[in-house]
């Protein structure tokens, strides 16, 4: 559907709003203005999810005029997506200093009032949500208030310009921005050959972050269980929980994966459990047999090696064998181990693979009646060999791409959807079966098995810094209430234990970087890891609501670190969007606080990306640097291709040009389990056998691959003077100091190939240049960069391919 199809319908839609509402409009040009007008706020489907709060005005109270057919100026934040973030009742107020407010229900059943304010009717601030019987003490602190019945206002006309530009603004850029490349052959069927000159200024040099790109990690599509970590057997501690899937599939249970006699019901016991934080284990009688399915089957393979583990109590010495067996039944490897312990005791053997599997089952037979909990499998062959590890061939896919930082756990996966939700750091480290597991935001399991300490050991292993985030006190924005009065954001941790929150959080500082004597630090050196991690930056928050109970507990967590720990780089959080009131409300804090970076997300179409090259260019160096923590192009139908990738590659570029401003940037999200995706585009898809690198994930390893820390001043001469053909050209160039290499990186997304040549400025005068292209059609979801090297005459005088990412690598002299 076109945009004006989508207006035209939209208005037909509202067509019945009260009032007699027309179609769109302003004054007509040469139409005197008037002086003022009246203004009617509305909500077009009231208590339906995501209905805004939209204006009409008229002149006359007789003939009504809706700004942009619904367009939305304010929309509830309250709880989940979907279901929730309702408005209902709106009205709105005038305050006697000429600030707006606007007050709706929340919900039926709560008991909740929500407000928001705005000077102008299109910027809001920050929401705020308290129980209906504070509405009246509340709205007195703004003073005395104008209210009116039917939410009509005679106001200035600039206040109903205000209204109609800023919906002109958004109307327009929506247009921009779902340009694609499907489209370009009509969009650019005129345009001339177009050529380009690079000019380099070796004078304006300057230093950029070394650490631009990194990667974000979340257990999100089956990432962390079934993915990275590398345990083969799926609810080893028979912890799965209905509640993991909020009730919603009845086969989610203690025993789910695992099957007992070919079907007969699995005995699962809490009296006398292993661990406290584990309480499920199975019961089994003589001649059992319990077989576990793994993640989609268990993949083995000939002649390497797994350790298999349980734990086991047994009143009588009994026998447990082993096996792995393929779908024909047929034993590929097995162990037995006897079992003599009348309480918990761990018992560990190695099953050698006598053929490769890639849809084995584990099937364990028991001689008598024995208790086990914990069965483990994992392949000897981890990443780096590490016990408790992680798959090698994901762990080096990710390896590969040289991020220079780690974050992790999340995403919403830090913060959780509820107070009993968040991410505990210290869940999730010591032995395994000492862990907390709990239910992952996104719809199943997590057990924990990857935690802290593997976290910080990969990115010890990789050679990249760590960047944990912690939750600032609040859950995820797409919180529902889960027994909470206040549902949303609003059940932060109660303040009276905030204390202790605070604490933990630099509890993890001092087990990450604290003395092998210190409490914490002890606990890391138990764990195999004496020696500190070396720390250097926390994100508190991730993309939360910025409301007063989120700024009231970010500020204490923040104070307390800053204080104890000025050595630790702070960073922030500014919402989950690149404009909008999270965004404003976040760097309001940030400049408050004088946070050192704030993490930026946004998923946006690839034109946004395209036209939005300058987005740093405006950004105050004087004020806190950023994080670009999540970020993707996005298509319709999201598919990772060449159009997206190439889209991003042009950001990094830009990216680059701003690594003054920009410290860190992360793609999102990283992994993808095959058949358990919540999220599409990722960075790498995998099954149990295979990794499958996109098109956008070889974008990123030849940004980490080819990266500088000093940006050489540039300039890409265009031979068209096509806004919309210029604007998909774009280029960098990088000084890696270490080696002396200049790197320039040259993108090109118009349909024809681009001549460039490049001056002699600073690049080097001779001497081999290696040269990387990615190159294809947009649509394309599976290019690969060729790398040739050519002459440096070669190199002054280049065409960049359609759709394409060059790179050339001139080694220092
Ligand atoms: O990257 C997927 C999700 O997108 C993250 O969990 C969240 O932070 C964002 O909304």
Redesign the pocket.
Known sequence: MTLYNAILLLIALCSSMPGGITAPHSPKPGNAQPDSAYIMAYTPNPGRSRSPLCFSWSTDLATWHQVGSGHGFLYSDYGRWGSQKRMINPALMLDDSGMWHCVWDLNETDNIFAHASSPDLVLWNRQTYLGKEEQDHFLLKFGKLQKNDRNIFRVPWKTVEGLINAWKVAAYNQQLYAEQAKDDAVRFAGLKPVGARLTTDDRSVRKISSLLTGI?F?D?NYAADGGLYAELVQNRGFEYDPADREGNDKTWNSTKAWTLNGGKNLVIDTVNPVHVNNKHYIVLNGNDILVNEGFDGIAVKTGEKYDFSFFAQSIVRGRIIAELIDDGNSVAGSTEIVVNSKNWKKYSSVITAGKTVNNASLRITVSSRILLDHISLFPQNTFMKRKNGLRADLARSIADMRPRFVRFP????AHGDGLENMYRWKNTIGPPESRVPQRNIWGYHQTAGLGYFEYFQFCEDIGAEPLPVVPAGVPCQNSANHGHRFGGQQCGIPMEEMDEYVQEVLDLIEWANGDKNTTWGRKRAEAGHPAPFNLKYLGIG??DLITDVFEERFTMIFNAVKARHPEITIIGTVG?FSEGTDYREGWQLADKLDIEIVDE?Y?QPPAWFIYNQDFYDKYDRGKARVYLG?YAAHLPGRPNNLETALAEALYLTTIERNGDVVSMASY??LLAKENHTQ?NPDLIYFNNTEVKPTTGYYVQKLFGENPGDEYISSTLDISTNNEKARSRIAGSVVRDTKTGDIIVKLVNMLPAGVKTSLDSGSLPSDGRVHKTVMTGNPADISVLPAETIISRAEASEITLPPYSLTILRFPGQ
Do not use: Q
């Open positions: 974000f979340e999100i999340g995403g919403c996966v991730n993309e989950p997300h998923y999540e999102a999200p999220w």
